[in-house]
């Protein structure tokens, strides 16, 4: 009966440091680094999502001007979203395969979102890249 208590007591304790915000700057415990890694990524997801917006709305204006009677090339944004689509895929395979020299402990999602962090960093680039150019 005492060894329940205390699993609930610590099981109560881990529910409550879940919920507390992090100073990611301090983060000490693998659970704490893991979500400021994962924290990391949402933020750089969203700007990634923010970032396309602005260069598929770029790309759709692009499209607009072309002269279809002389131009069969495939329109800028198809182009733009079949890329984005690999470039997903490609991001999601490759750091998942690189998290693989965790596989298995607590350090694997950090790694993960580690490495997605980084890769989206650059992808926005790349999509800032295509709206900067004439």
């Known amino acids: ?4 208590a205390a699993a609930l007591l610590l099981a109560q304790a881990g529910a409550s440091t879940a919920d507390e915000p992090i100073n990611c700057d301090k983060a000490l415990t693998q659970l704490e680094m893991n ?6 990524f949402e933020s ?4 990634l999502n ?11 204006a692009l499209d607009a001007q072309i002269d279809r009677e002389h131009d069969k090339q495939p329109g ?5 979203l079949n890329g984005q689509r690999a470039w997903l895929t490609f991001r999601d395979a490759q750091c998942l ?10 350090l694997q999602p950090m790694m993960n ?7 989206t960093e650059l992808r926005i680039q790349q999509l800032r890249d295509l709206v900067a150019t004439p």
Request: with cysteine.
């Open 35 to 40: 979500r400021c890694a994962a924290r990391d």
């Open 1 to 4: 009966m005492i060894a329940i």
């Open 76 to 80: 800028y944004f198809d182009t733009l």
């Open 97 to 106: 395969s690189e998290s693989f020299l965790a596989r298995g402990g607590s």
């Open 50 to 60: 923010a970032q396309w917006a602005e260069t598929a709305a770029r790309m759709k």
């Open 44 to 47: 750089s997801d969203a700007a």
């Open 113 to 119: 979102a580690q490495c997605k962090t980084y890769l």
